[in-house]
């Protein structure tokens, strides 16, 4: 995921963006989260005073367990994070911009954008908005489906009463 900031570092221009479709190659991080390797990056750079900061946000896409209905569905994530470009990572520094060092002109994303995946993903997701879930009852998805159990619901008072008069 190399980035070439030569030539806008040699130029006038202050600021550059950059477009790009990016792979994630670390398989363990693919694997791991059924991450689809493929990302949409779109990023401006800055040049400011003596720095060069990156302002960016990425699109990446995993497969997810829909936490209320428990299919599968493709979970599409939109993660934005800034950064500062350095030649030295400066232990002291304490921004919550993330620090890429640059090197002979080029940085490398991987590391960061792993980073941002990894703190971006949510713990619980919904395969939409108003999913309706399963039935407690049969296990259907109501998605896609319908039961008659709401219209039985048990109550176990009514289940009493029910034997009483079965006697
Ligand atoms: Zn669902
Ligand atoms: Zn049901």
Same mark, same amino acid.
């Given at each position: 995921? $190399?980035?070439?900031? %030569?030539?806008? $570092?040699?130029?006038?221009?202050?600021?550059?963006?950059?477009?790009?479709?990016?792979?994630?190659?670390?398989?363990?991080?693919? #694997?791991?989260?059924?991450?689809?390797?493929?990302?949409?990056?779109?990023? %401006?750079?800055?040049?400011?005073? %003596?720095?060069?900061?990156?302002?960016?946000?990425?699109?990446?896409?995993?497969?997810?367990? !829909?936490?209320? &209905?428990? +299919? #599968?569905?493709?979970?599409?994530? @939109?993660?934005?994070?800034?950064?500062? @470009?350095?030649?030295?990572?400066?232990?002291?520094?304490?921004?919550?911009?993330? +620090?890429? *060092? @640059? %090197?002979?002109? &080029?940085?490398?994303?991987? #590391?960061?954008?792993?980073?941002?995946?990894?703190?971006?993903?949510?713990? =619980?997701?919904?395969?939409?908005? /108003? &999913?309706?879930?399963? !039935?407690? *009852? !049969?296990?259907?998805?109501?998605?896609?489906?319908? &039961? +008659? !159990?709401? /219209?039985?619901? @048990?109550?176990?008072?009514?289940? =009493?009463?029910?034997?009483?008069?079965? /006697?």
């Amino acid at each position: 995921m $190399l980035i070439n900031l %030569k030539k806008f $570092l040699l130029s006038d221009d202050l600021v550059m963006n950059v477009n790009e479709a990016l792979t994630i190659t670390d398989k363990e991080l693919l #694997e791991k989260n059924k991450l689809n390797k493929d990302i949409q990056f779109s990023g %401006k750079f800055f040049k400011v005073e %003596k720095s060069l900061l990156l302002s960016a946000e990425f699109t990446y896409s995993y497969s997810e367990t !829909c936490a209320r &209905c428990l +299919e #599968e569905f493709e979970n599409k994530i @939109i993660a934005k994070f800034n950064a500062i @470009i350095v030649d030295e990572v400066n232990e002291d520094y304490e921004a919550e911009d993330i +620090e890429i *060092m @640059i %090197k002979d002109g &080029c940085i490398d994303l991987e #590391e960061p954008i792993k980073q941002i995946v990894y703190l971006s993903m949510p713990m =619980k997701a919904l395969c939409k908005n /108003d &999913c309706k879930g399963i !039935c407690p *009852m !049969c296990g259907i998805n109501l998605n896609t489906g319908k &039961c +008659e !159990c709401n /219209d039985f619901v @048990i109550d176990p008072r009514l289940e =009493k009463l029910k034997t009483l008069l079965r /006697d």
